[in-house]
Nanobody, 115 residues
Framework: QVHLVESGGGQVEPGGSLTLSCSASTDIFNFYNMNWYRQAPGHQREFVATISRRGITNYADSVKGRFAISRDAGAKIGYLQMNDLKPEDTAIYYC?????????WGQGTQVTVSS
């Protein structure tokens, strides 16, 4: 199973920006979608964004126009560029990939949006 490590989280004021990274131990993004999910306190984990191995992207309605998902050419690092952050974006953000029967998750990175 591939090992995923997220980084780039932190605290930012409303309207600010952050870029999250997801580093994989293999070039798994050549074979599977790379996905970002998030989980806020007291809430279920929810889908944020996905990028297919062909580069097709899709976003949750709540982040469309503000977030952008991408990955590097080597297919081992993925990114989530987050702009115009809102307090409701506060959550632990997780990277995910792999088949539905054997998904891999990172440990998560905390994003806090507050003034």
């Amino acid at each position: 199973q591939v090992h995923l490590v997220e980084s780039g989280g932190g605290q930012v004021e409303p309207g600010g920006s952050l870029t999250l990274s997801c580093s994989a131990s293999t070039d798994i993004f050549n074979f599977y979608n790379m996905n970002w999910y998030r989980q806020a306190p007291g809430h279920q984990r929810e889908f944020v964004a996905t990028i297919s191995r062909r580069g097709i992207t899709n976003y949750a309605d709540s982040v469309k126009g503000r977030f952008a998902i991408s990955r590097d050419a080597g297919a081992k690092i993925g990114y989530l560029q987050m702009n115009d952050l809102k307090p409701e974006d506060t959550a632990i953000y997780y990277c995910n990939t792999g088949s539905s029967g054997s998904p891999s998750w990172g440990q998560g990175t905390q994003v806090t949006v507050s003034s």
